[in-house]
Every structure is written in structure tokens, then in C-alpha cells.
């Protein structure tokens, strides 16, 4: 702990931070009598805001937003041993690291209700404000969506300063920069975009930058919400952009050349760009060795088209063609299906929207709930399906793979995006059979091929073809052979290190 001298003295080596506007532009008043009222106008005369008054001194503060035992002792503590309260007094005795000067009303209210403390000198054109934030976050824990066995087990929280904090542990360089913007015309949100310079594409950080002060909402939220406004096309089904709650995830996109985004209040971190493949990849498959990479990244690719086509190919075989359907699997399916009164397309349907409703059930229900909810009822309601004749036995097998399959994939959202295409295909594969199949899957194609992530093409290192990246793709193979960076987010150095040096 500092004494009482020893902090003076390091406080007058930097007393405060003088703010970009001069004396000259001041709109503060100077009776603070009548700055006062101004303040409590502007707030409504709002509950929560609190004066105090000290001779010539108004001190003003939000008293939800403040840390009421810093500013007892660390502020009024110090001021009431000052004789003469003058601007250089008050600076030299408050025990704070920064003060911050501010000459204009709209700053300093913004400042107040985040959590400072202003004081306001009678006579004066000037408002000192100390940041003394009520410490309310919760303490960091692991990843709830994006869990992994091997690696890192610590997930990003509610703080846009703890969040930026863990990211400055794992890259410690004074070129990777962080430049704040806020966002709603009510919320007034902080948004931070970090990227390393010498490796983010300058064009990319120019262009992400203008979306970003483009934006003119009242408020943001979450992070998730600024994810559908900076995306290329957001009227697509498909995600552009990654929303990731690991740290590691984000530090080793932005040593990709890549651009991280986070935003106050929100557990979630935007990575950008992002092409369709890597959001089936995982941080944890650069931590195990590469054929056990590789055979996990092959096996989401194949769960999710799984996910997607199993069903529908069951549904135009037994609705269209029966001739695909092996002569030992005939006998059994018929007789699995002699009871069911519904056509395959109907029974079909129906379970998948009680495995939906299961799904959306269990993950809304209390944690020890919803896992119950999600056994036993997936085990009663489809026994009594069974039994009731509604569906068929290789019918619940096949939905049940579909979703297990669905889970697989790293990202949410992009797991999300799996259960919705199901049921168009669904549908087409009902009343065209393959034909329909075929159909959707080249509408999707289509569509995949038209999309961009920060103008580059989505479906990336694929089309357009860039050999080299195909080395960390759908497979990964050793980390020699893997030395440069994915050229979607056109890094200015391709090369991570010298593959003559690593073995």
C-alpha cells in the first residue's frame, strides 16, 4: 500500500487526462448552482442520482453505477482535509490514478453514467471526472457452447475490459491495436476492433471501419446483434461472421491477419472473415495431433451432411424409389411401416418437429432439468410413437442420427443453420423425390457461391481454388506443411514462420 505522501506525489507526476476540447468550447457553467440544475434536468431528477456538497465543491454521481466505498475513501475522505478548494488542490489530493478534464455537458454526462464521479468547482468552466465503476461483473468461467477437452478452459464475460484483458495475455505485442467506437444514439456502447498491424489487410480494416460508423441504431445489445448489421448479406440464412466466446479462438484469428470485434455487455466476440469451411473447424484440433485432427474435421463434415440429407433421402426413396433400396432392407421396412397410417413425407415431419421441440425445451429448462426433459422424453414420446403406429422404428433411428449429427459442428449458430435446411428438403424430397434433393442442394450451392465475408468469397480456399489452404481445410496436416495463412483474409505477411525450422 501507498502512503498517503507517496500517492500526492505520484499523482502530481500525472494529475489528469486533458480531453481533445479547449477552455474556449465550454458550455459548462461556471455558477454551480445553475450547473447543477442543468444536470438534474437533463436527468429527469432521476432517483439514482446523488449530490454532495463541499464548499465550493458539487460532486455528482449515478449511486447504482459508482463504487460507493472508493468514493468514500478515495475521494470525500481526501477532500475534507483541503483548506482551499482550487482545481490544483483537488487534483493533488483525490487518491486516483486519473483524472479525467472535460469541458463539455454531453462528455461528461456520458462519463457520469458509466460510472464516474464528477466534480464541479464554483466559478469554474471545468468538470473533473474520476472513474470509480461499481465492480458487478462475474468472475471468468468456462466456455458454456464452445467446450474442449484439450486446451484452454476459460470463456470471455460481460466486461469489454476483462474481455480485451485476456486477449492482450495471449498476444503481447504493441501491434496489435484496439480502436474504440460507440454505438446508439440511447445505449451509447462501446465497441472495440482489434486486429495486428502488419498482418490485417489495411483495405479490410478501412472497409470493416466504415460499416462500423455507418450503423445508426438507438441501441446495441449484444454482439450478436451487430453481427447481423456488418454482415455482407443479411438476408442470408448463412452466418459470415464467427460468434465465438474463446479467447484463444480470437487470438488465433487475428494472427491469421483476421478482425476481432467485441462489445460491451456481451459474452460473445465477432471473427471476421470467415469462409463456410472453418466454421466446422476447432481450436482444439491444433492442439491434438494431425490425424486426429484430421479425422475429426472429417468426421463434422460428414455429421452435418448427414444431418441434412439423411431424412429427406429416406423420405424420396420410400415416397419415389423403391428401386434404390437394397431387397434384405425391404422385408423389415415394410413391416416397420404396415401399421403407419401417414405417408413417409407426414411421419417424417412429425418427428422431426417433436425432436425440435425436445431440443428447444431442454435448452430452455434449468440445466439439471433440461437434460432430463431431453431423455426421457425423447425415450417415452418415441416408444409410444412406436406403439401407437404414428411412425416407424428405422424412421427414429434415422431422425435421431440427424440431430446427434447436428451437434457436432464447433459453431452454434452454424448447428442452428443445419436443423432449419432439413425441413425445406423435406418437403422437396416429398413430392420430387432425388429430383427435389437435387434441386435444393444446387439452390444452396448457388447461393453459397454468390455469398462474401468482408467481400471475400465464402466458399473459400475451394472456389475460388487456393491449393495451399486446402493443407488446413477439411483435413489438417502436419504443422510444417501448414506454415502459411489462409489467404481469405489477404494478410500482408503469408508466412506464420520458417517450415525449414520446424520439424
Known amino acids: 500500500m501507498f502512503r498517503k505522501r507517496e500517492i500526492k506525489k505520484l499523482l502530481q507526476e500525472k494529475p489528469f487526462v486533458e480531453s481533445q476540447e479547449t477552455n474556449t468550447s465550454s458550455d459548462i457553467p461556471l455558477d454551480s448552482v445553475e450547473f447543477l440544475k442543468i444536470i438534474q434536468q437533463k436527468l429527469h431528477y432521476s432517483a439514482d442520482f446523488k449530490t454532495i456538497k463541499i464548499s465550493n465543491l458539487t460532486i455528482i454521481y449515478i449511486d447504482t453505477q459508482v463504487n460507493i466505498k472508493e468514493l468514500n475513501q478515495n475521494i470525500i475522505g481526501h477532500l475534507k482535509n483541503v483548506q482551499v478548494y482550487t482545481e490544483k488542490n483537488v487534483i493533488t489530493e483525490i487518491a486516483v490514478s486519473e483524472i479525467q478534464k472535460s469541458y463539455s455537458m454531453k462528455n461528461g454526462m456520458l462519463s457520469i453514467l458509466k460510472g464516474s464521479v464528477g466534480i464541479h468547482i464554483d466559478q469554474t468552466s471545468t468538470l473533473l471526472l474520476i472513474n470509480i465503476p461499481t465492480d458487478n461483473n462475474r468472475s471468468l468461467s468456462k466456455p458454456e457452447n464452445e467446450s474442449q477437452v484439450v486446451g484452454p478452459q476459460i470463456g470471455f464475460n460481460e466486461s469489454l475490459a ?115 469451411i472453418e466454421f466446422f473447424e476447432s481450436r482444439e484440433d491444433y492442439n491434438v495431433r494431425w490425424p486426429i485432427a484430421s479425422f475429426i474435421r472429417l468426421l463434422r463434415i460428414i455429421a452435418m451432411l448427414l444431418s441434412v440429407f439423411f431424412t429427406a433421402l429416406y423420405v424420396a426413396a420410400l415416397s419415389f424409389h423403391y428401386e434404390v433400396i437394397p431387397q434384405a432392407l425391404l422385408v423389415p421396412l415394410g413391416e416397420s411401416r404396415s401399421r403407419v397410417p401417414f405417408p413417409p413425407l407426414f411421419e417424417a415431419l412429425l418427428l422431426e418437429f417433436i425432436i425440435e421441440l425436445l431440443r428447444e425445451a431442454g435448452a430452455r429448462l434449468p440445466t439439471k432439468v433440461g437434460q432430463t426433459m431431453g431423455i426421457v422424453g425423447g425415450i417415452v414420446i418415441g416408444t409410444a410413437a412406436v406403439q401407437a403406429g404414428f411412425t416407424s422404428n428405422i424412421l427414429i433411428i434415422i431422425v435421431a442420427l440427424s440431430a446427434l449429427a447436428s451437434f457436432t459442428t464447433p459453431s452454434y449458430t452454424m448447428g442452428s443453420l443445419i436443423r432449419i435446411i432439413r425441413f425445406p428438403l423435406l418437403f422437396l424430397a416429398g413430392f420430387w423425390g432425388f429430383y427435389g434433393i437435387m434441386f435444393g442442394f444446387c439452390i444452396i450451392l448457388i447461393h453459397l457461391l454468390r455469398l462474401s465475408t468482408l467481400e471475400s468469397p465464402y466458399l473459400a480456399p475451394f472456389y475460388p481454388p487456393r491449393f495451399a489452404d486446402w493443407l488446413d481445410s477439411i483435413v489438417r496436416l502436419p504443422i510444417k506443411f501448414t506454415f502459411r495463412r489462409p489467404q481469405l483474409a489477404r494478410p500482408q505477411n503469408r508466412n506464420k514462420y520458417n517450415p525449414d525450422k520446424v520439424k
Do not use: W
Open 162 to 276: 476483462t474481455n480485451i484483458s485476456l486477449i492482450r495475455r495471449y498476444i503481447t505485442t504493441t501491434d496489435l491495436h484496439n480502436e474504440r467506437f460507440v454505438i446508439g444514439a440511447r445505449t451509447n456502447t462501446e465497441v472495440s476492433l482489434l486486429y495486428i498491424d502488419g498482418l490485417a489487410s489495411q483495405a479490410m480494416v478501412t472497409r470493416f471501419k466504415e460499416k462500423i460508423k455507418s450503423i445508426d441504431v438507438d441501441g446495441l445489445l449484444d454482439s450478436a446483434v451487430l453481427n447481423q448489421l456488418i454482415s455482407d448479406n443479411a438476408l442470408s440464412i448463412f452466418p459470415q461472421m464467427l460468434l465465438t466466446e474463446r479467447p484463444d479462438r480470437i487470438c488465433d484469428g487475428l494472427l491469421n491477419g483476421k478482425l476481432a470485434i467485441l462489445v460491451e455487455g456481451s459474452t460473445m466476440a465477432i471473427l471476421c472473415p470467415l469462409s463456410f
